[in-house]
């Protein structure tokens, strides 16, 4: 998998947004790129994806830089349920983008009231 | 949908003994994943399932472990002649493989601790 590079730590306050970045400088043209979280004492949970363009859904946007090395994950409205950790993933099994994921340490995301 | 179980959720287990794990993933979820993780870490990838082939096992997939998916529906993991280094969450995902990448939904994890 292509390596990813996030910072160890981040905080915020409830209700602030939330901007988590993540760098992939050496991304492939077909490479995804995935957002996953862990909530202590639980198994990941999916966020999003993306492959070039910014993407939507109810738990957060995903923007994509125009050269496609890094990427940013927005959480709008933080919650002091989005305390987690939050792994940049680019899953990559012969040349496809599905398959194992590589976990790296993510960012421990904290969120104060 | 119930999402992905596993069981049991926690397992006590002496060293040396031997240890199964099940997970029972979505159904119609053609891949399965299992994983490990160790207090501080992030999850490390053991091996994957598609349909009943296991196409792949990492290195740290001993010859004490081993990997089932009969008629590629629920997995068992088996740990034989368990070591107290095996003690850790391991995790089950799975996934369906309909276009270009893939989502994994994880279960809640078995946690083994070996004494």
């Known amino acids: 998998d292509a390596k990813t590079t996030q910072p160890n730590s981040m905080e915020s306050n409830e209700e602030e947004p939330v901007h988590l970045p993540c760098n992939h400088s050496t991304i492939s043209g077909t490479d995804y790129i995935h957002w996953y979280r862990q909530l202590p004492s639980q198994g990941p949970e999916y966020v999003i994806h993306g492959l070039t363009s910014n993407v939507n859904n109810r738990m957060a946007s995903l923007a994509i830089a125009e050269d496609r090395k890094s990427s940013t994950l927005i959480l709008h409205r933080a919650t002091l349920r989005d305390a987690a950790v939050y792994y940049c993933i680019l899953p990559n099994a012969g040349g496809t983008s599905y398959g194992k994921l590589t976990f790296g340490q993510g960012t421990i995301l904290t969120v104060h009231p | ?115």
Request: charged fraction near 25%.
């Open chain 2, 1 to 115: 949908d119930t999402g992905v179980s596993q069981n049991p959720r926690h397992k006590i287990t002496k060293r040396g003994q031997n240890v199964t794990f099940r997970c029972d993933p979505i159904s119609e979820h053609n891949r399965l994943y299992w994983y490990r993780q160790t207090l501080g870490q992030g999850p490390e990838f053991l091996t994957y399932f598609q349909n009943e082939a296991q196409l792949e096992k990492s290195r740290l997939l001993s010859d004490r472990f081993s990997a089932e998916r009969p008629k590629g529906s629920f997995s068992t993991l088996e740990i034989q002649r368990t070591e107290q280094g095996d003690s850790a969450m391991y995790l089950c995902a799975s996934s369906s493989v309909a276009g270009a990448t893939d989502t994994q939904y994880f279960g809640p994890g078995t946690r083994l601790t070996v004494l």
